[in-house]
């Protein structure tokens, strides 16, 4: 049997960022994911780099995570954002009533910002709405969804992590109440194998309530999908976002080609399970021309539905009452199974910290003294990730 | 609501070996896209593997052909292509992991040594006035590293030392916006009988790439490079 210190489980943004962390401390590291590497959520979210404003009132423990690991991130992974920043704009009256909450909460959680009149914003962005009343710039910029996480598994690659696509997991073996393993089914060999692990991290993001049920253990996990619209053509260069409190539509966010509109956001039992709402297409085109009024009229590109995986309890409306905030689950102390850690919620934006707090835990659990050098280690290009085989 | 019947390429070296097609018929609504039917595919065979991962046209791995033809699965609407039915393969011109999976290490291998920044200048709204701290707006490069323009290539089907358009188109950004690269070493590595002068200048490349990068118009800006440099 094959037998690795840690065994991650889902190959999204979290479980790149922990590879690459573990690595760096030494340990023996295998991922599996039973598609492609950011075939989940990761790949499809709207490609943006958080500042963290859109949470500074409202999610002031999010926005701080997101504006430290956003600093981060641009120390590590250079030449892998559109660093353009980004505006909170107030269109409405009612926006402009929200104005001192947001930026007493941008003070509070040290994002750094600068107001701008009206007419610069026109200047920076001349698509914007001409009614706009207030302009706030901050840090936001734009991500390439699959390739940061690219760079963090070629990186933890080239340190000795084994990267096992196309790997489902069946079971994870137990032993008393103790996981020592996985059970895994490879669909291209179609074979089935065991492999074992010292700990066994469950980081399969929207997905990771179902393989907790595995262990018999329940992670406070709600899928919560949003609609997200592609539309051809760059209208804004800076990441346009609505400054009121997080709704639907909200933030227009151009990424390369493209200008990305979401979300709209709903809950779901079942990540597998997406049904596309049509009705949220015309709803996004309405929010995104609020914004950028030519909008209305750019081709469509593509609409999608990609599930978040927020932590929170039953009863769970629409998903926006939700904290973006993540949560590592030592299974040991809270439900007595050993040899299982569960991480999750969170954003791709903080996938680098969710992997120093989950890293901390497992080795402190097989007693390792290595620290975490993420914060400084700048990782390779993300075309490393298929220099595999030359 | 119509129903669509697909054919869909089965290879899993030494499991479904010989390759097979297998049959679905899918009901699709006027926005199902390809990859959309892959995912309902998959809900009852979670053997059935392919690439995919933004949903949007802007990551490049779910390059495939379709009807014959290279496209991305995710932004090919299935009613747009008015037909009973559809034919889902692998792309061409690279080895075939698993179903639809090709592997990607030979476009990298090519692609790769260019080193082009992935960061370029934003073209995009040329009258407004970026941030002082930002100076110029960036956008990222056009292409997505699909593998499209490989699979469509009639000289890549037949010489695997060709360094291929993808290579080449990334070539000639790095010549048109060095970002600090050394243009000469990149003009070393196109200038030969197995860069810019194997293309046949079919222009299959270009007809065949998602977003518009034109690596057969690269390949002839390399060359007159090349030329207007030499004289």
């Known amino acids: ?390 | 609501m119509a129903t669509v019947t697909f054919k869909i390429y089965r290879y899993k070296p030494g499991a479904i070996d010989p390759p097979r097609y297998d049959t679905f018929r899918v009901e699709v609504e006027d926005h199902t896209t390809v990859l959309d039917v892959l995912e309902i595919l998959r809900l009852d065979d979670p053997t059935l593997t392919y690439r995919h991962s933004c949903h949007h046209g802007s990551c490049g791995t779910c390059g495939m052909l379709v009807n014959g033809k290279e496209v991305l699965a995710c932004v090919t609407n299935v009613l747009a292509l008015k037909s009973d039915e559809v034919v889902i393969e692998p792309l061409r011109n690279a080895p075939v992991v698993s179903d639809l999976v090709v592997d990607m290490t030979p476009f990298f291998e090519k692609y790769a040594p260019v080193e082009m920044p992935y960061i370029r200048r934003s073209e995009y709204l040329p009258e407004a006035e970026p941030p002082e701290d930002v100076g110029e707006y960036m956008r990222f490069e056009s292409c997505l590293e699909c593998g499209l323009c490989l699979s469509a290539c009639p000289v890549v089907a037949t010489d695997p030392d060709y360094l291929g358009p993808a290579a080449l188109a990334a070539a000639a950004r790095v010549v048109q916006e060095p970002r600090g690269h050394d243009v000469p070493s990149i003009f070393q590595m196109v200038d030969n009988d197995e860069g810019c002068w194997r293309c046949h200048a079919a222009m299959e490349c270009s007809a065949a790439c998602p977003n518009g990068v034109d690596p057969g118009g690269m390949i002839m800006f390399l060359r007159k490079a090349l030329l207007t440099q030499k004289r």
């Open chain 1, 1 to 390: 049997m094959q037998k690795f210190h840690v065994v991650i489980i889902g190959g999204g943004a979290t479980g790149a960022a922990l590879a690459h962390d573990l690595s760096l401390r030494g340990l023996r590291v295998t991922v599996v994911e039973r598609g492609e590497v950011t075939s989940g959520t990761t790949g499809r979210h709207h490609g943006l780099l958080h500042s963290g404003a859109r949470y500074a009132v409202k999610d002031q423990e999010s926005a701080k995570e997101c504006i430290q690991e956003n600093m981060i991130l641009r120390k590590i992974a250079p030449g892998s954002f559109e660093l353009n920043n980004g505006l909170f704009v107030a269109i409405t009256d009612e926006d402009m009533a929200y104005r001192p909450a947001f930026l007493e909460g941008l003070e509070t959680c040290g994002i750094p910002y600068k107001e701008i009149t009206p007419q610069e914003a026109l200047r920076r962005e001349p698509n914007l709405n001409p009614a706009v009343k207030a302009a706030v710039e901050v840090p936001d910029g734009t991500m390439d969804a699959m390739r940061l996480p690219l760079r963090f598994f070629a990186t933890a690659q080239r340190n000795g992590a084994v990267i096992k696509t196309y790997t489902e997991v069946e079971e994870l073996l137990m032993q008393g109440k103790t996981v020592t393993g996985v059970r895994v089914r490879d669909h291209v060999t179609e074979k089935t194998y065991e492999i074992g692990a010292d700990i066994v991290v469950n980081a399969a993001g929207a997905w990771s309530g179902k393989i907790a049920a595995m262990a018999g253990v329940h992670v406070p996990l709600q899928p919560s999908p949003g609609v997200l619209v592609a539309v051809y053509g760059r209208w804004n260069n800076m990441v346009l976002n609505r400054m009121h409190r997080s709704g639907d539509g909200d933030i227009i966010v151009p990424q390369r080609t493209l200008s990305v509109i979401g979300t709209s956001s709903w809950v779901v039992e079942d990540p597998d399970r997406l049904e596309m709402k049509k009705e949220h297409i015309r709803l996004m085109y309405e929010y995104g021309a609020a914004l950028v009024p030519a909008i209305k009229g750019a081709k469509m590109r593509a609409a999608w539905a990609a599930a978040r995986p927020l932590i929170g309890s039953g009863g769970a409306q629409t998903g926006r009452e939700l904290s973006r905030t993540f949560k590592c689950f030592d299974h040991a102390e809270r439900d007595g199974v050993e040899g299982f850690v569960t991480i999750a919620g969170g954003k791709a934006t903080t996938a680098r910290g969710m992997a120093e707090v989950t890293a901390d835990v497992v080795a402190r659990k097989l007693g390792i003294d290595a620290p975490c050098r993420t914060r400084e280690v700048v990782l390779l290009p993300h075309t490393a990730y298929y220099r595999r085989r030359w």
